[in-house]
């Protein structure tokens, strides 16, 4: 049974990765087509045609390797500075540049000279690249709010799960009760494990992220009322100063970091909550940067990453991973003890997590990725307008063209680190259990 579902689970997540490349797709497409460019092509994967259909002037497929898609718009880039499209040259750089050219003419049909995506202005031409990457942010961001404010995440809340013994700085690392320590403020209160707290010296708290900051922020006397047995009650404490573990402002904590503040004295219980619509676009936000700074730390990852394919050494939970990994953490989601609901919403998480990466990655300014088109139409767009202010002549469109050697060599240390994480995900892959 637990194999069936890890192969539901890897079925699904497939299913659900197919259909992100196709949205992504979609986006170029459809403001493309809305824009006048001629679309021959549409497919989903890579490698060998596996299905295909030509409706109108297009041709719908799917591929044998599903690691990505595209779309093959008429006139990429234009023709070279005489007009004509030349054969390739002995220059390895230069060939790149007019292989490039050709590509993106070789299905140029009578009656398309104004129907190619250079000769759009650069604003439609910024539209059609980050329409593709903008297409999976807004299935994030659907997902994501489904997921949280429908079926809810595991998360920490209000209700007490177990009460300290006595006073110990959390840099301590421990639970035992040295000889002489004082009671904690929460238990010498009178408080419980199961009582929900509700308010805090007056004011009512309906998140642990709010009473974790109100706490901290407190020493002295203090008033908590408490649901237990059905009944509400009211405590008094008395908080000291303790170290206590760094928050990151959410209820969460920061790895071996410590700071001075409030403490009562007790650890919260954790269970699914729903969210509310502020607190869902709150995480949403959260998610968002740390995204940014998961891809701005990417490089960094690269010798752990290699040391986990290569020396065994422990793969952390942080780690990059493929489509490979990620299909095996989906396949591990539905194995599995817990409600169905919560596998759907892992799974769903982790699509959107999907999606959220897709986003980032494509809009970083760099060829061959959609953010290196865009950037080149804003430097044309910039260039032609300070042409106009110094009444000089138009430059023309930018030939992003140009750029290809640099293109190759970035698609070059993607395919490098793709491979990598290829091997890393199957040698030693990051696990949800141990």
């Given at each position: 049974?637990?194999?069936?579902?890890?192969?539901?689970g890897?079925?699904?997540?497939?299913?659900?990765?197919?259909?992100?490349?196709?949205w992504?797709?979609?986006?170029?497409?459809?403001?493309?087509?809305?824009?006048?460019?001629?679309?021959?092509?549409?497919?989903?994967?890579?490698?060998?045609?596996?299905?295909?259909?030509?409706?109108?002037?297009?041709?719908?497929?799917?591929?044998?390797?599903?690691?990505?898609?595209?779309?093959?718009?008429?006139?990429?880039?234009?023709?070279?500075?005489?007009?004509a499209?030349?054969?390739?040259?002995?220059?390895?750089?230069?060939?790149?540049?007019?292989?490039?050219?050709?590509?993106?003419?070789?299905?140029?049909?009578?009656?398309?000279?104004?129907?190619?995506?250079?000769?759009?202005?650069?604003?439609?031409?910024?539209?059609?690249?980050?329409?593709?990457?903008?297409m999976?942010?807004?299935?994030?961001?659907?997902?994501?709010?489904?997921?949280l404010m429908?079926?809810?995440?595991?998360?920490?809340?209000?209700?007490?799960?177990?009460?300290?013994?006595?006073?110990?700085?959390?840099?301590?690392?421990?639970?035992?009760?040295?000889?002489?320590?004082?009671?904690?403020?929460?238990?010498?209160?009178?408080?419980?494990?199961?009582?929900?707290?509700?308010?805090?010296?007056?004011?009512?708290?309906?998140?642990?992220?709010?009473?974790?900051?109100?706490?901290?922020?407190?020493?002295?006397?203090?008033?908590?009322?408490?649901?237990?047995?059905?009944?509400?009650?009211?405590?008094?404490?008395?908080?000291?100063?303790?170290?206590?573990?760094?928050?990151?402002?959410?209820?969460?904590?920061v790895?071996?970091?410590?700071?001075?503040?409030?403490?009562?004295?007790?650890t919260?219980?954790?269970?699914?909550?729903?969210?509310?619509?502020?607190?869902?676009?709150?995480?949403?936000?959260?998610?968002?940067?740390?995204?940014?700074?998961?891809?701005?730390?990417?490089?960094?990852?690269?010798?752990?990453?290699?040391?986990a394919?290569?020396?065994?050494?422990?793969?952390?939970?942080?780690?990059?991973?493929?489509?490979?990994?990620?299909?095996?953490?989906?396949?591990?989601?539905?194995?599995?003890?817990?409600?169905?609901?919560?596998?759907?919403?892992?799974?769903?998480?982790?699509?959107?997590?999907?999606?959220?990466?897709?986003?980032?990655?494509?809009?970083?300014?760099?060829?061959?990725?959609?953010?290196?088109?865009?950037?080149?139409?804003?430097?044309?767009?910039?260039?032609?307008?300070?042409?106009?202010?110094?009444?000089?002549?138009?430059?023309?469109?930018?030939?992003?063209?140009?750029l290809?050697?640099?293109?190759?060599?970035?698609?070059?240390?993607?395919?490098?680190?793709?491979?990598?994480?290829?091997?890393?995900?199957?040698?030693?892959?990051?696990?949800?259990?141990?």
């Amino acid at each position: 049974m637990t194999a069936l579902m890890t192969i539901l689970g890897i079925v699904v997540f497939v299913v659900g990765l197919l259909f992100s490349i196709a949205w992504h797709e979609l986006g170029h497409f459809s403001t493309a087509k809305m824009f006048g460019v001629r679309v021959p092509q549409f497919m989903v994967g890579f490698g060998p045609t596996l299905w295909s259909k030509h409706k109108g002037e297009t041709e719908y497929g799917i591929k044998a390797v599903p690691l990505g898609g595209y779309i093959r718009m008429i006139g990429m880039f234009p023709p070279g500075d005489d007009g004509a499209v030349r054969q390739r040259s002995s220059s390895p750089f230069r060939g790149m540049i007019e292989d490039a050219r050709s590509a993106a003419y070789e299905e140029l049909k009578p009656g398309d000279e104004h129907r190619m995506l250079y000769t759009r202005k650069p604003w439609k031409r910024v539209v059609v690249m980050f329409a593709g990457p903008f297409m999976n942010l807004v299935l994030a961001v659907v997902i994501f709010l489904l997921v949280l404010m429908t079926f809810g995440v595991n998360t920490q809340t209000t209700t007490v799960s177990t009460v300290s013994e006595c006073v110990i700085p959390a840099s301590a690392q421990t639970d035992k009760c040295p000889e002489g320590a004082k009671d904690s403020p929460a238990k010498a209160a009178g408080l419980q494990p199961g009582d929900k707290i509700v308010s805090f010296d007056g004011k009512r708290v309906e998140d642990w992220g709010a009473l974790q900051r109100s706490i901290r922020d407190t020493t002295g006397p203090a008033t908590l009322t408490v649901e237990r047995d059905g009944a509400r009650r009211t405590l008094h404490a008395d908080l000291i100063e303790n170290k206590v573990a760094k928050s990151d402002g959410h209820g969460s904590y920061v790895p071996d970091e410590y700071v001075s503040a409030g403490f009562l004295g007790f650890t919260p219980a954790s269970g699914v909550v729903q969210q509310s619509f502020p607190q869902a676009v709150d995480r949403m936000g959260d998610m968002m940067a740390n995204g940014v700074e998961a891809l701005i730390a990417l490089p960094g990852k690269v010798p752990d990453l290699w040391n986990a394919a290569f020396d065994g050494a422990e793969r952390k939970q942080d780690s990059p991973m493929g489509v490979v990994g990620a299909a095996r953490v989906g396949g591990e989601v539905f194995s599995l003890d817990i409600p169905p609901s919560q596998r759907v919403a892992t799974m769903l998480f982790l699509v959107a997590g999907f999606n959220l990466s897709l986003f980032l990655f494509n809009m970083l300014p760099l060829l061959p990725l959609d953010g290196g088109h865009i950037a080149g139409a804003v430097w044309e767009s910039l260039r032609r307008n300070l042409a106009k202010v110094f009444r000089r002549p138009d430059p023309g469109p930018f030939d992003v063209a140009k750029l290809m050697p640099l293109a190759y060599v970035v698609a070059g240390i993607f395919l490098c680190f793709t491979l990598l994480v290829l091997v890393a995900d199957v040698v030693n892959p990051v696990r949800l259990t141990g």
